[in-house]
């Protein structure tokens, strides 16, 4: 595998239920991002990692929970979801700050589209 | 703090055109700008960059942007449209030490046969 990846592709669940997203990069990278693309609405980030510990989290619902085991993997999930929360569900990484790199060039993976019924 | 403006939500041309699609920033500090693409179903794709030094910045698939601070724009062009162009493209402003980079809202370029 190489670049960003994204498991599952695609997630249909309802509103009680309970699912994970899963994030992962051979890029080498130190730094993950969540984010929300919903329709007509611009690029919403969500959550930041760095160097697997949280450095942002953007106002977002505690029905999304995020995970960094390690800077290589990235979790999101997911409980009581609302149907407004049907979007695509973007990964993303980039070199870490400490790398002397101080702008962020990231990396996205394909992304999830969830859709909650 | 920073934001970013995209001038036109679609922007329609025919295959064989220029293609403009226009991109404005505001930056408290010496901005880095970025053009992504996104394909239908995929994540987004870095076209090009700007970080500093020369302020025509050529990308990938015969793209370029220029960064023109008096006017805090940062315009993407292509002087010849193909069909494979079709796509969304976002324009994004970042700064320094920080990990929050900026997203406008995109804009969707239909190419016409």
């Known amino acids: 595998e190489t670049g960003v990846t994204q498991t599952p592709r695609h997630l249909v669940m309802g509103m009680t239920n309970k699912k994970s997203l899963k994030c992962e990069q051979h890029?080498?990278?130190?730094?993950m991002y969540w984010y929300k693309q919903s329709a007509k609405k611009p690029l919403e980030l969500m959550f930041v990692?760095?160097?697997?510990?949280?450095?942002e989290n953007n106002s977002v619902p505690s029905r999304f929970s995020p995970e960094c085991p390690n800077s290589s993997h990235l979790f999101l999930h997911l409980h009581t979801l609302q149907p407004e929360d049907s979007a695509l569900y973007l990964c993303?990484?980039?070199?870490?700050?400490?790398?002397?790199?101080?702008?962020?060039?990231?990396?996205f993976g394909p992304g999830t589209r969830l859709t909650v019924l | 703090a920073q934001s970013v403006t995209q001038l036109g939500s679609h922007v329609s041309v025919s295959e064989g055109a220029l293609v403009l699609l226009r991109c404005n920033y505001s930056?408290?500090?010496?901005?880095?700008l970025f053009w992504y693409v996104q394909y239908p179903n995929q994540g987004l794709q870095l076209l090009l960059k700007?970080?500093?030094?020369?302020?025509l910045v050529k990308g990938i698939n015969g793209f370029e942007a220029e960064f023109k601070k008096s006017e805090t724009s940062f315009h993407l062009t292509k002087p010849s449209a193909h069909m494979s162009d079709a796509a969304e493209y976002f324009c994004?402003?970042?700064?320094?030490?920080?990990?929050?980079?900026?997203f406008g809202a995109g804009t969707r370029l239909f190419v016409k046969a």
């Open positions: 993303a990484s980039s070199q870490d700050f400490l790398a002397g790199f101080t702008y962020n060039e990231q990396f």
């Open positions: 994004a402003v970042s700064g320094t030490g920080g990990f929050k980079t900026i």
């Open positions: 990692y760095n160097f697997k510990e949280q450095t």
């Open positions: 930056s408290s500090v010496p901005p880095y």
């Open positions: 700007y970080t500093t030094g020369a302020t």
């Open positions: 890029l080498g990278h130190n730094a």
